[in-house]
């Protein structure tokens, strides 16, 4: 028995930034109405559970919904991010999303929210607040915004046993929690953990007295090569340039990223260990100075547990202070997971159709379901680009990525919306830049294009290789 039906041209699962950007187009496109719902009481998605001193790794420029700007495209003219556009920060991006929400999703009458619902696979969605389910009905489609499955460590918990007494905490509780004389193990290599450890030494804590478990090591693309504004084109572009040229030349997939190293693309933490992961984590030269100072490094795989005075990994037991404080960031932030046909029916899958834009992804999405076309032509034009997890996955997805860019750009009505498109920034950039390009900006432009066809056939044959 049922408490309520509602009924809705489309049900979208999840008011995460990938939902949200999903319905501002269709607002946009469509006269179609809609059923929000999800399981948290606020929109926004993981960055209401985030640690607080969370920051964009890529610019606030290329994040939010296409609609409306998030930030003021402002350029850092010193200090150690000069020349790069701004991020937000936790607050902006909650500020943001509430903004959005209150002014647009619900001011258009077009959306009905249900916050605090559970959505099951049979239809139904189950208040969390007092167990009654809802049936929901979609015209067209139910529309899943939550493939991404963003996993938290203040979520999902530390993910191996913590004995009682020993100092644990999630990066939500480290800035209220004092470090103390034995010093801090941040556990993980990723995003998360990376910016522990800047929180810490932000914080004034020493590097010597913070040790770093990197079960392995990342690979991080170089803030600097990726600024979509106009000061930054030449840089940007024969970035792009630099790194077509550098497949072209690849022997591996390993030296393709030594390339990339090189030519300043990529950057590693310790240049005597050899990256195995590579999750599109940004960082700045001036972040990574901050990120070398901790030599305290220990490879040993992965913690199996925490014991007062010890600690266990894969491959060992290593002692340690008692009152040594651990931060876990193990959770695995964007787990990397198989693709799925986007448009199948009724039902409809947000996935990324670029490498790490998920944003972008969800937009465009939503302006292809609004075109005239059927499912099997939808998805001919967004094949899914899995969430990057190794090297070699970098490849792959560049090249879904171009094939999908191709057939976007044949179809007069995605290429105008690309054309105007906040969210797909170099496009816009480079169109503007070259209507009237300085030589440098025209060199740097000719060399990328030149460099194209050589490094995408590379690719495709290291991969078939390797
Ligand atoms: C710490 C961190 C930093 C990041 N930084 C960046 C960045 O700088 N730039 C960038 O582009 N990306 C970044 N990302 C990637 C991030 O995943 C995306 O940017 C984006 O926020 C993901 O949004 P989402 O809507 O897919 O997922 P979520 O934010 O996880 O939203 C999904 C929503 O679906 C809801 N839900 C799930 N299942 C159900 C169900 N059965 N019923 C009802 N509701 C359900 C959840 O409650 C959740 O609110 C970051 C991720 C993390 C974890």
């Avoid at 003021?72 to 500020?95: F, K, Q, S, T, Y």
């Avoid at 209220?176 to 030494?201: F, N, Q, W, Y």
Wanted: aromatic share 8%.
């Amino acid at each position: 028995m049922f408490a309520e039906m509602i009924e809705a041209d489309y049900v979208v699962v999840g008011a995460g930034a990938v939902g949200l950007s999903f319905l501002d187009v269709m607002l946009d496109f469509t006269n179609a109405d809609f059923v929000l719902l999800d399981r948290r009481q606020a929109p926004g998605g993981h960055w209401r559970d985030a640690y607080p001193f969370v920051q964009l790794h890529n610019v606030s420029a290329q994040y939010g919904v296409n609609s409306r700007p998030l930030g003021r495209d402002a350029v850092a003219a010193e200090g150690p991010e000069a020349g790069h556009m701004e991020r937000a920060g936790l607050a902006e991006i909650i500020d943001y999303f509430d903004g959005l929400f209150a002014e647009k999703i619900l001011a258009s009458g077009r959306v009905r929210w249900l916050p605090g619902h559970d959505y099951r696979n049979d239809g139904t969605a189950l208040s969390l607040a007092d167990s009654r389910t809802v049936q929901l009905r979609a015209r067209r489609r139910v529309v899943d915004a939550t493939f991404t499955g963003t996993q938290l460590p203040s979520v999902a918990g530390p993910g191996f046993p913590v004995a009682p007494g020993v100092r644990c905490v999630s990066p939500n509780a480290l800035p209220a929690t004092e470090v103390g004389a034995a010093g801090a193990t941040v556990i993980s290599a990723g995003k998360t953990a990376m910016d522990c450890v800047l929180h810490l030494i932000d914080r004034g804590v020493d590097p010597d007295a913070i040790a770093w478990v990197r079960p392995r090591e990342p690979w991080l693309l170089n803030r600097a090569y990726l600024q979509p504004h106009e000061a930054a084109f030449a840089t940007t572009v024969n970035g792009f340039a630099m790194e077509m040229e550098a497949a072209a030349a690849a022997h591996s997939v390993a030296d393709f990223f030594w390339r990339l190293e090189a030519a300043g693309i990529v950057r590693r933490i310790d240049a005597r260990a050899e990256p195995t992961m590579f999750r599109c984590a940004i960082a700045s030269d001036a972040e990574i100075a901050q990120l070398r100072r901790v030599g305290d490094v220990i490879r040993r795989g992965h913690v199996v547990s925490l014991q007062p005075g010890a600690v266990t990994f894969d491959e060992g037991r290593v002692a340690c202070e008692h009152d040594r404080l651990f931060v876990h960031a193990c959770a695995d932030g964007v787990p990397r997971k198989p693709a799925r046909p986007i448009f199948e029916g009724e039902r409809l899958t947000l996935q990324y159709v670029r490498r790490c834009a998920p944003v972008f992804a969800a937009a465009l999405i939503a302006r292809v379901e609004t075109l005239d076309l059927g499912d099997a032509e939808k998805n001919q034009l967004c094949q899914p680009v899995p969430m990057v997890d190794a090297p070699r996955d970098w490849l792959q997805g560049h090249l879904v990525e171009a094939r999908n860019r191709l057939r976007w750009s044949a179809l007069p009505a995605l290429r105008a919306w690309l054309g105007d498109a906040r969210l797909d920034t170099y496009t816009a950039l480079i169109s503007r830049v070259m209507e009237t390009p300085t030589p440098e900006q025209a060199a740097a432009f000719q060399r990328w294009r030149s460099a194209q066809s050589a490094g995408y056939a590379r690719m495709a044959e290291l991969l078939a290789t390797e």
